[in-house]
């Protein structure tokens, strides 16, 4: 049988050995730990500000509230467009007497034909998408003017052009998709010479 490893001896210093360590020992002196100073002044991380790329500090803005997209007319033929209704006759007395508030107007006085049409549709599907409700169209009465180049072939103007095409172009399959109603205005909002509207409620137009 092998025999077990023996363990190591330890070795005792003689008198000599051990006043050298002694005198070794009282000469040395312990080593100045340089401290990191960038270590040292680090903040506590959940103080620090986050900051943008750009080195400005990054402040919450505020919340921004849901918008709901702004509703469009749907598409409308002969077919199945809605027919106008009679104005109803407390709400034209109430914004004659100013208890209801016209919300838009719009002036076609003296505009061409052309114009006033493409203006007439844009203004009144603008205020639609609003969710306006009350708005007054100035067609003017139709008094003289100048002769202008859209005019009959004998250069007569005709009068109260606008007067008369308006409520035509109110009547037509896209505008009454988005017209409940009209009627002519007070002495004070231009009595022959306007028109109140009134416009559906959007949020019933699908």
Request: no cysteine; proline share 9%.
């Amino acid at each position: 049988m092998s025999k077990p490893p023996s363990k190591p001896r330890r070795r005792h210093l003689s008198k000599e050995d051990e006043a050298l360590w002694e005198h070794t020992a009282s000469s040395l002196q312990p080593l100045k730990v340089r401290k990191d100073r960038h270590l040292a002044e680090m903040p506590d991380l959940d103080s620090i500000t986050p900051f943008l790329t750009d080195g400005k500090a990054a402040k919450p803005g505020p919340s921004k509230p849901e918008t709901k997209p702004l509703p469009t007319p749907p598409r409308t033929s002969e077919a199945n467009a809605p027919s106008l209704s009679t104005f109803d006759r407390k709400a034209a007395r109430k914004l004659r007497q100013g208890h209801f508030e016209i919300e838009a107007r719009i002036d076609l006085h003296g505009m061409r034909q052309h114009e006033a049409h493409t203006a007439l549709r844009g203004f009144l599907h603008s205020a639609f998408r609003k969710g306006q409700r009350w708005v007054l169209v100035i067609t003017g009465k139709g008094g003289p003017r100048r002769p202008r180049d859209d005019d009959d072939m004998f250069g007569v103007a005709e009068r109260g052009i606008l007067k008369k095409n308006v409520p035509m172009w109110l009547a037509e399959p896209e505008l009454r998709a988005i017209v409940v109603s009209f009627t002519v205005a007070a002495i004070s909002h231009g009595g022959e010479g306007a028109l109140y509207v009134q416009l559906r409620n959007p949020e019933k137009v699908r």
